[in-house]
């Protein structure tokens, strides 16, 4: 019987397959009381166990492809970080010696406490992290009972058009599909943010997650669709349904083939206006990515991944953060990098900033709170550190410093005065840096777009965030779903200030970006290219076909629409300017 079942769109495309069901590691384990004198026996097991999984996590990191997703050696790592905690090992002993609980009910028990703990968080990407401690007390489980969790193994001799269907999938697991032919996956947890959500992503497979009930109601090899664009799962399709879907997975393999052939072509539209088409990345390694998709410079380089997921919580020293520097700006072989400064604080806490006692771990809104460049001054020596890294780094290439999250005149001139300060630290050690590198702001409150002058006159290049500028214009919390369908790129307010940027930066003869979202956004890319818009920074998946928009667009008959969609407020009318530009 066909069925259709709905989740949450992560990752675009279209996966025609068989399930593959993988069933949950039971959680299910004994409970029985042991004797005082079994007490240590019992805690030697528990050792021995942590240290089968801390080999099968090293194993799972030595076998990661060159080209892995950056993404999958730190969920590696967390899931090492995890295994280590005291609030896991220590208190399990604890409950071992207190209570004389057998291994596995102590360690189900302490899951237990964690998981009451993380459901009462009101963050949800702290509260998707739950899922990371439960995948590694199952992976303890399992080597307590002998059996070492190998999805390789399992899922080896799998048809071609396997497509997965599980509760929930750890990343690290999701690595090892990377070897395996399968063409998506379905899960029943999960949300936009999940580690397994982002991972996906990374990868390019179709796939939706969230969708409840998914692995009871789906059977092992029954035949089903996929439909990643739109969060859809088709179980037993129809015939007709299956033609369909074929026919557009058909559609798109061929549109991804011709993309391809426009790697090499030069950016610009049918009125011969070169366009710009700079890559965003997050650990130096993806400036390879970069590469392959044709960009010619890294727009937005977000150091802060490189803070994230350090062990110990310890910040990264200058040699560490001037090797991950020097080797982007290699890699990138002469071509511009833009490095932005750290940008944590919000949804990316850093265990670090909870030691400052400035009271962060407590702040009533934290996106509001003492983020991104707001820390940085709050922590000269850390900011200093960093910058000094990133100066010598310029000494080997083109770099370019972005500040994130300014808003206030004597923000930037203290930010300039750290930089100046950090160049004669450098001039005194006497190392080496462009004494000319560009210093540039993020545009990404409504108050420093509305306030442009005081940027303008102070710094070289700005670079429009639309994904805080959209945050803070509506006052929507990007990271919270209940207001999701609030999130709007096309609320006149948001247009207005984009508009106005490009504009005021032209004029002052400032150069402008964009590396939001919105940059890599085809639907977008009409309306920014006629707001003035010339240099684009994305996720390098995306810059092929937003190049192709590029090439087929006239910025002249661009004009009139786009004029009409600055003038329209109310809905009716935008939408009407809105397919006007499609058009144009
Ligand atoms: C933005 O806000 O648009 C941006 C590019 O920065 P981030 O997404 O890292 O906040
Ligand atoms: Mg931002």
Redesign the pocket.
Known sequence: MSFTLHGIPVSRGIAIGRAYLIAPAALDVDHYLIEPAEIEGEIERFRSAQRVVTQELDALRADLAADAPTEMGAFIDVHSMILNDAMLVQETIDLIRTRRYNVEWALTEQLERLSRHFDEVDDEYLRERKADIEQVVERVLKALAGASVNLAHNVHGACDEMIVVAHDIAPADMMQFKTQTFQGFVTDLGGRTSHTAIVARSLGIPAAVGVQQASALIRQDDLIIVDGDHGIVIVDPAPIVLEEYTYRQSEKALEQRKLQRLKFSPTKTLCGTHIELCA?IELPDDARAAIDAGATGVG?F?TEFLFMNQKDGRLPEEEEQFDAYRRAVELMNGMPVTIRTI?VGADKPLEAMGSTGDGYETAPNPALGLRAIRWSLSEPQMFLTQLRAILRASAFGCVKILI?MLAHAQEIDQTLDLIREAKRQLDDAGLAYDPTVKIGA?I?IPAAAIALPLFLKRLDFLS??????I?YTLAIDRADNSVAHLYDPLHPAVLHLIAFTLREAKRAGVPVSV???MAGDPALTRLLLGMGLTEFSMHPSQLLVVKQEILRSNLKTLEKPVADVLAAFEPGELDAALKRVAQA
């Open positions: 965003n937005l977000r940008d994130p993020m990404e429009i965030g639309t994904n805080d500028l945050q590396c939001g979202e």
